[in-house]
């Protein structure tokens, strides 16, 4: 059972890398969601602030608005937590963001997805010590039915 959980977010992502459009190339496709849907990419890039922002302030409020109920959160560690064990270790446990960086980010719009491509870079600590971190990150965002973003998928890993 244990594989099968840490296997949800390759499998997730596999299952959106593997979707294929119906009608449109690949390439026309990315075109086309990047010339019709610019509010909606404004929009992901706020809603990855907000939930950056809301690490930094352990705001377990936001999170919790922020976070899909199916929510899986993928460390570079190879940790996986679901929502609850996710915000839970983020309000009291010993990691504590200061800063958080999301250079080199990348959106794909696809419907009611989005795709989130980063480097993630954070000054932390972890007990009380510092820790800097430089870290890859993969998120996917899915609208929900009140037409707010959540996210589902998040995968960090080592660079």
Not at 31 to 59: H, L, Q
Not at 140 to 157: F, H, M, N, T
């Amino acid at each position: 059972m244990k594989q099968f959980v840490k296997m949800i977010p390759v499998l997730l992502l596999m299952c959106f890398a593997g979707c294929k459009p119906e009608k449109a190339s690949d390439k026309q496709r990315v075109e086309n969601v990047a010339m019709s849907s610019p509010g909606n990419e404004n929009e992901i890039t706020e809603v990855v602030a907000a939930f950056n922002k809301a690490m930094i302030d352990r705001d377990r409020k936001q999170l919790e608005r922020l976070c899909s109920e199916h929510l899986s959160y993928g460390h570079s560690s190879g940790l996986i937590q679901n929502k609850a064990i996710f915000i839970e270790d983020l309000v009291n446990g010993p990691f504590h963001f200061l800063s958080i960086n999301t250079p080199e980010q990348t959106i794909l719009l696809d419907g009611d997805m989005a795709v989130v491509r980063h480097i993630l870079e954070a000054e932390a600590t972890r007990n009380g010590e510092p820790v800097d971190l430089r870290i890859g990150n993969v998120q996917i965002y899915k609208r929900a039915e009140d037409g707010s973003w959540k996210l589902w998928v998040r995968q960090a890993y080592k660079l």
